[in-house]
């Protein structure tokens, strides 16, 4: 295959990747499913449970002066460097919050409230959490509200159509890294850079919640002031979110106690055990990265990993959508539509969305089901997926979204399940 089509990871590591995590082949009762809603709250890793179970069993308050008050604080201090390791950040400040949207809200927050200007930018296929914080606070504080329009052949939103709602008086923008809906990635090293070529000072804030599990991000090559991702659908656990600040934007008035550093963002007492979560992924995507190379530090083993990761999803992708062996895929399947099947696949991540002749998306789910598969329906009356799906005159789709854990067998069943569940109407 070449490198636009990903290459798959060897069967020795394959049935490594797999025993790290739970219930990737057979849910927790045991019965054989093929869980292709990742792109929803992602297989967990078990040292991620398991670290968060061992470290959330200690009843010690971090801010103490005894040992194992010591021995969670170097849990938060290795896990907010592996924050930065994950991201390239430098400087700044690393925020868990209990949610991405909660962080979103409060870093949109504090821009739209403090930095002058009359508009603010964002785009149409953006999460609630995002795009309802910045109407409610260009409502709040009397900005007009742009919005880029999406690009339904490509599922993203084109790079032009963003650049061309920034001027000087822009205040903020706000942008996602990829869609959760499509899988497009939005070009965000070139946006970063024209924008700030229009205004060398703007303030940008990125969701990167779907595409962080999928691919490096390098805030040194994307200088961006807030960026946020989701442990629960990053190999780790719910009930946080993580965001990491500039330092122009943590120092922004924001709530705080006021005895605390100007740059710092958790308000009470931060759970030591979602550090240890964040420290488990890190410590997993750095064994992938190691199996292929021999990387000392760890940032370059995780972007190796992450690579690895990327290029399997790819050749994932490629499967998918043109058959395995003999296993015909999506593309040429009867009664099938693929969406945003965009050709270059480097520009999407591993996820697909189809809808059925004859076949409502929320059908095709229950039908699946049936047949040990879970995937999602996005419809039009969603608050999650109306305004996306509009955009791209679509009433509803069926989103398929697998992970680095599936192998070429696993794609190879959706599809046979795919063709039952076309061969239905
Ligand atoms: C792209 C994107 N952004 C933000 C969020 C919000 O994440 P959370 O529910 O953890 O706040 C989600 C969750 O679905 C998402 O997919």
Same mark, same amino acid.
């Given at each position: 295959m070449s490198s636009n089509q990903g290459q798959l990871f060897s069967d020795s590591v394959m049935a490594q990747i797999k025993e790290r995590f739970h219930f990737v082949d057979r849910d927790i009762d045991g019965r054989e499913r093929l869980?292709? +809603?990742?792109?929803g709250g992602s297989f967990r890793l078990k040292a991620a449970s398991a670290a968060f179970a061992n470290i959330d069993?200690?009843? +010690?308050?971090?801010?103490?002066?005894h040992e194992r008050a010591l021995y969670l604080q170097d849990i938060q201090d290795r896990g907010e460097a592996d924050v930065r390791h994950m991201l390239n950040a430098r400087g700044g400040s690393v925020y868990f919050s209990l949610t991405a949207s909660a962080a979103m809200f409060e870093m949109v927050r504090a821009v739209m409230e403090h930095v002058p200007g009359g508009n603010a930018v964002t785009t149409i296929l953006e999460h609630p959490s995002s795009f309802d914080a910045l109407s409610l606070y260009c409502e709040r504080t009397g900005r007009a509200l742009r919005v880029a329009p999406s690009n339904p052949e490509t599922g993203g939103v084109d790079a032009d159509a963003i650049i061309a709602l920034i001027d000087e008086d822009t205040t903020l923008l706000s942008v996602m890294y990829a869609s959760n809906i499509s899988g497009a990635k939005l070009d965000i090293a070139a946006i970063v850079e024209r924008a700030r070529a229009k205004k060398p000072d703007l303030f940008i804030i990125v969701d990167a919640v779907q595409h962080a599990p999928h691919a490096v991000i390098d805030l040194q090559k994307t200088p961006v002031d807030g960026i946020n991702f989701a442990p629960y659908k990053f190999f780790g656990c719910r009930g946080s979110g993580v965001s990491w600040l500039s330092q122009r934007l943590a120092e922004l008035p924001h709530h705080r106690l006021q005895a605390k550093e100007k740059g710092v963002w958790e308000l009470g007492s931060p759970a030591p055990a979602q550090f240890a979560v964040v420290s488990a992924i890190l410590d997993y995507v750095a064994w992938v990265g190691a199996q292929f190379s021999d990387a000392e530090d760890r940032r370059e083993r995780f972007v190796q990993g992450m690579q690895r990761i990327e290029s399997h999803e790819r050749a994932l992708l490629t499967l998918m959508l043109d058959g395995v062996g003999t296993q015909r895929g999506l593309r040429a399947m009867n009664g099938v539509q693929v969406y945003w099947?965009?050709?270059?696949?480097?520009?999407?991540?591993?996820i697909v969305g189809i809808g059925f002749d004859g076949l409502e998306p929320t059908a095709a789910v229950r039908e699946y089901e049936q047949r040990g598969v879970i995937v999602y329906e996005r419809i039009g009356a969603s608050l999650y997926s109306g305004r996306m799906l509009r955009s791209f005159n679509l009433e509803g789709a069926v989103r398929i979204s697998p992970l680095h854990c599936h192998s070429p067998d696993d794609i190879a069943r959706f599809l046979a399940v795919t063709e039952e569940v076309a061969a239905i109407r």
């Open positions: 869980f292709f +809603d990742n792109a069993a200690l009843p +010690d308050c971090p801010e103490r002066i099947d965009h050709d270059d696949l480097a520009q999407r991540d591993l």
